[in-house]
């Protein structure tokens, strides 16, 4: 069912004797801004689209209460929301799938996600955090996606990811404040398969800042400021299939940099200070296939390097093979 149009100005009603389960009610780029606890009374849906609505402060608390019992995914994408009231899901224990993408949201208020423990999918990329506090997203055991990204989080408490930790899968935290990860920031999230931190403000990596992420495949954290890789920076990502350190200010790695990545498949180090790769960077990456160095400065490569690696990029620069 589609109310879309810029002549839509609230929620259209529904007859109480109407005995069926709409799959959607869509009403994204309308114009919408203000719900009150009564638009949606006689409405059973499944999944509900805002998405576009200039709703601003136009929510209130138990706004989507009536619509408890059957809707699974919740859309407010690009509504110009500056502040979550406490008790806006408090009804809605089926929920799924929840877009706040691309808000003006600075704060969630403590348990306002209590009484969402199905929920799957929560999109909270392009807002204004700065922080998230360790309780937040406690009641989010089955949690599979995070999107954070597009934010101004400076920092990951303890403990704000362990709820998450038997489901999660995917994290994204791209386009942050982000300036140092703790041994502890990611250790609970046994289950994570992708993580982005790219455009962050990042320095190094420690040897212990991926620690727990032991089914993680794809890593990327370009476009940071990394001059520095522990030895064993990644050794406890034994699953990593694909790590992006493009972007960066990373004038040298050493032998030990990548150990333990045996299921390392691509690599791309374009656009850092690279002079040269010692013969065994990548000894233990048997199953490497792609390697990206361009825009570098490199003038050598070791044979090791290039027997192992199928495909090798290295635009802008002049290399030569060791003897």
Same mark, same amino acid.
């Given at each position: 069912m $589609?109310?879309?149009?810029?002549?839509?100005?609230q929620?259209?009603r529904?007859?109480p004797?109407?005995?069926?389960?709409f799959?959607e009610? #869509?009403?994204?780029?309308?114009?919408v801004?203000? +719900?009150?606890?009564d638009?949606?009374?006689? =409405?059973?849906?499944?999944?509900?689209?805002? #998405?576009?609505?200039?709703l601003?402060n136009?929510?209130?608390?138990?706004v /989507?209460?009536s619509?408890?019992?059957? +809707?699974t995914? =919740?859309?407010l %994408?690009?509504?110009?929301? $500056?502040?979550?009231? !406490? $008790?806006?899901?408090?009804?809605?224990?089926?929920l799924?799938?929840?877009? &706040?993408?691309?808000?003006?949201?600075?704060?969630?208020?403590?348990?306002? /996600?209590?009484?969402?423990?199905?929920?799957?999918?929560l999109?909270?990329?392009g807002?204004?955090?700065?922080? @998230?506090r360790?309780?937040?997203f406690?009641s989010l055991?089955q949690?599979r &996606?995070?999107?954070?990204?597009?934010n101004?989080?400076?920092?990951?408490?303890?403990?704000t990811l362990?709820?998450?930790?038997?489901?999660?899968?995917v994290?994204? =935290?791209?386009?942050?404040h982000?300036s140092?990860?703790?041994?502890?920031?990611?250790?609970?999230l046994h289950?994570?398969r992708?993580?982005t931190?790219?455009?962050?403000r990042?320095?190094f990596?420690?040897?212990?800042? /991926?620690?727990?992420?032991?089914q993680l !495949?794809?890593l990327?954290?370009a476009?940071n400021?990394?001059?520095?890789?522990?030895d064993?920076?990644f050794?406890? &990502?034994?699953?990593?299939?694909? +790590?992006?350190?493009?972007?960066?200010?990373l004038?040298?790695v050493?032998?030990?940099?990548?150990v %333990?990545?045996?299921? &390392?498949t691509?690599?791309?180090?374009?656009?850092?200070? +690279?002079s040269?790769?010692?013969e065994?960077?990548?000894? !233990?990456?048997h199953?490497?296939?792609?390697?990206?160095?361009?825009?570098?400065?490199l003038s050598?490569l070791? $044979?090791?390097?290039m027997?192992?690696?199928?495909? @090798?990029?290295?635009f802008?620069?002049t290399?030569?093979?060791?003897?």
């Amino acid at each position: 069912m $589609r109310c879309q149009g810029q002549t839509v100005t609230q929620v259209p009603r529904f007859s109480p004797e109407v005995d069926r389960v709409f799959a959607e009610l #869509n009403m994204a780029g309308a114009n919408v801004r203000n +719900l009150h606890p009564d638009d949606f009374l006689e =409405l059973r849906v499944r999944r509900v689209v805002l #998405n576009g609505n200039q709703l601003g402060n136009g929510l209130t608390d138990y706004v /989507f209460s009536s619509l408890g019992n059957h +809707l699974t995914s =919740l859309m407010l %994408g690009a509504c110009a929301i $500056r502040k979550l009231p !406490q $008790r806006l899901l408090v009804d809605l224990t089926q929920l799924e799938v929840l877009h &706040l993408w691309n808000n003006h949201i600075d704060v969630i208020p403590d348990s306002f /996600f209590v009484a969402n423990s199905e929920l799957r999918e929560l999109s909270l990329w392009g807002n204004r955090l700065m922080t @998230i506090r360790n309780r937040t997203f406690s009641s989010l055991a089955q949690l599979r &996606l995070l999107d954070l990204e597009r934010n101004r989080i400076t920092t990951l408490e303890h403990g704000t990811l362990s709820h998450t930790r038997g489901a999660l899968q995917v994290l994204r =935290l791209s386009n942050n404040h982000i300036s140092a990860l703790s041994d502890l920031s990611f250790t609970d999230l046994h289950q994570l398969r992708i993580l982005t931190l790219a455009s962050n403000r990042l320095s190094f990596i420690d040897a212990r800042s /991926f620690v727990g992420l032991r089914q993680l !495949q794809t890593l990327c954290i370009a476009n940071n400021r990394i001059q520095y890789l522990a030895d064993g920076a990644f050794q406890h &990502l034994l699953r990593l299939r694909r +790590l992006d350190l493009s972007g960066n200010r990373l004038d040298r790695v050493w032998a030990g940099t990548f150990v %333990g990545l045996n299921s &390392l498949t691509s690599v791309d180090l374009s656009r850092n200070r +690279l002079s040269r790769l010692p013969e065994a960077t990548f000894s !233990q990456s048997h199953a490497l296939r792609r390697l990206i160095l361009d825009d570098n400065r490199l003038s050598t490569l070791g $044979r090791c390097t290039m027997t192992i690696v199928q495909y @090798i990029t290295l635009f802008h620069q002049t290399c030569y093979l060791q003897q």
